[in-house]
T-cell receptor, first 112, second 112 residues
Framework: SQKIEQNSEALNIQEGKTATLTCNYT??????LQWYRQDPGRGPVFLLL???NEKEKRKERLKVTFDTTLKQSLFHITASQPADSATYLCALAEDSNYQLIWGAGTKLIIKP | NAGVTQTPKFRILKIGQSMTLQCAQD?????MYWYRQDPGMGLKLIYY???????DKGEVPNGYNVSRSTTEDFPLRLELAAPSQTSVYFCASSYEGVGPQHFGDGTRLSIL
């Protein structure tokens, strides 16, 4: 069956450290993958998009990698801050259509 | 810059009642989407639209209907509300089918 999985347990990270979140998928051939941030009571906010032919994408303190062999994307936040605490969602789309398939998200908690 | 606006923010319905969730965007996006988000689950696509007058079913369309008479508006209609439709509903829009999606802040709906 097709699955997209993110760690359901909250990730606790000390302020200043690098937070790494994982998104694994099975039985999909994604053309691209997106990462979003969601705060409580709010809608998701787009962060980064990475295509299948890209290994890595960066934006300020954020970095996304995409390994189609491992069927995995990693999302890194360097020099983490308490304001980075939120739930982070990954979503993928296959080339044949533009419907995003969403992971359930990982809650990130940055401790001062 | 309003982005995507959803109304109402909260609503309680009785079983069997009907209602329309409103969604409007001011970014002139052709693509619009309706999702539901249940605790511990990824966003599920209900319906989407690629332009005015064009709508199509997503993964979980049963019990819902949509219309898209203008580029700006994409209302979601619930007919004969059921407890299984208790959820948070998000509307989103995008410039491209494969591009970043912009979300509203959701409608929290309870069916009792």
């Amino acid at each position: 069956s097709q699955k997209i999985e993110q760690n359901s347990e909250a990730l606790n990270i000390q302020e200043g450290k690098t937070a790494t979140l994982t998104c694994n998928y099975t039985n999909y051939s994604p053309a691209y993958l997106q990462w979003y941030r969601q705060d409580p009571g709010r809608g998701p906010v787009f962060l980064l998009l990475i295509r299948e032919n890209e290994k890595e994408k960066r934006k300020e303190r954020l970095k996304v990698t995409f390994d189609t062999t491992l069927k995995q994307s990693l999302f890194h936040i360097t020099a983490s801050q308490p304001a980075d605490s939120a739930t982070y969602l990954c979503a993928l789309a296959e080339d044949s259509n533009y419907q995003l398939i969403w992971g359930a998200g990982t809650k990130l908690i940055i401790k001062p | 810059n309003a982005g995507v606006t959803q109304t109402p923010k909260f609503r309680i319905l009785k079983i069997g009642q009907s209602m329309t969730l409103q969604c409007a965007q001011d970014m002139n996006h052709n693509y619009m989407y309706w999702y539901r988000q249940d605790p511990g689950m990824g966003l599920k696509l209900i319906y989407y639209s690629v332009g005015a007058g064009i709508t199509d079913k997503g993964e979980v369309p049963n019990g819902y209907n949509v219309s898209r008479s203008t580029t700006e508006d994409f209302p979601l209609r619930l007919e004969l509300a059921a407890p299984s439709q208790t959820s948070v509903y998000f509307c989103a829009s995008s410039y491209e089918g494969v591009g970043p999606q912009h979300f509203g802040d959701g409608t929290r709906l309870s069916i009792l």
